[in-house]
């Protein structure tokens, strides 16, 4: 993102009550969009897929603060505001990277909702810190064992270098838009995937260390597991896997849901996004 882009961003979070922090890690800065709620519920985190940014979470995060006591919305490293760390194993440095943020910003046991990479990413910050994790909400999370065949498959879906390309995954992570916002849509997340600081997430996909189903037995918190019906990213088998190795898994196959829920019904996420921390 240029600094022209991020100023503005910046601009518009601070003018709807929104702060942008800039968390020095080991291995970079993290920013992080913070707000104070009105509500009385626990904090909620909001981790984003590959090609996104915090700030992306705007309608979701208006519709959650004033339920909640704080919300919390990173950029991942590489993405938005965050530096990208040089690093041998790519996507588990920048989800450590990523758990070193939110060890600095949490003030208690959170919700942490993960879509996509978000997901794993969540995933993995429960595993390694279990007493910072009221519960878990993942949409689509990605981290399952794949073949030499998926692993393919997703690499030719995520290598976006024309408006067409960009179309096509639309197609497959988005449930229905119209036309002409899949047009606008797909303008931007070209110019997002073509960035050199997100080629090192999609490289590390073919070499990423997949969950451990030992791990994953060992959780404890409540999780809600959405995977909408028109799921056409991932696999059906990824959500077997999850529903054979998350023990407190409650698996939620919802119509009219694809990849990226937050994209094709925002109010309905955020329904189901609140309730389950209520009753977490």
């Not at 997703?154 to 639309?170: Q, W, Y």
């Not at 838009?177 to 999609?202: D, E, N, Q, T």
Request: glycine fraction near 8%; hydrophobic fraction near 45%.
């Amino acid at each position: 993102m240029n600094v022209i882009g991020r100023v503005a961003i910046d601009a518009c979070l601070a003018g709807l009550g929104y702060e942008s922090r800039a968390i020095a890690t080991r291995r970079g800065r993290v920013r992080v969009i913070v707000g104070s709620g009105s509500g009385k519920l626990p904090t909620i985190v909001l981790l984003h897929g590959l090609g996104s940014q915090g700030a992306d979470y705007l309608p979701l995060l208006a519709r959650l603060r004033p339920h909640v006591r704080e919300i919390v919305a990173p950029d991942m490293p590489g993405h938005g505001a965050s530096s990208a760390p040089v690093a041998p194993r790519p996507r588990t440095t920048h989800v450590e990277t990523l758990g070193e943020a939110l060890d600095d910003v949490l003030g208690e046991p959170a919700v942490i909702f993960g879509n996509s990479v978000g997901g794993y990413a969540a995933l993995r910050y429960a595993i390694a810190r279990p007493d910072r994790v009221r519960g878990l909400f993942l949409a689509s999370p990605s981290g399952a064992p794949s073949t030499k065949e998926e692993i393919d498959r997703l690499l030719g879906v995520l290598r976006i270098r024309s408006h067409a390309d960009a179309m096509r995954f639309l197609d497959l992570a988005v449930h229905e838009k119209k036309k002409w916002v899949r047009h606008v849509m797909a303008w931007g997340l070209r110019r997002r995937f073509s960035a050199p600081s997100l080629a090192p997430w999609i490289d590390s996909i073919r070499d990423a260390e997949p969950l451990a189903p030992a791990d994953l037995a060992r959780m404890t918190m409540p999780i809600h597991l959405m995977w909408g019906r028109s799921e056409r990213v991932l696999p059906r088998e990824h959500l077997e896997f999850f529903r054979a190795h998350l023990p407190n898994a409650r698996i939620d196959e919802a119509e009219g849901f694809a990849h990226s829920p937050q994209l094709d019904d925002v109010d309905a996420v955020a329904r189901k996004l609140l309730a389950f921390a209520e009753a977490s």
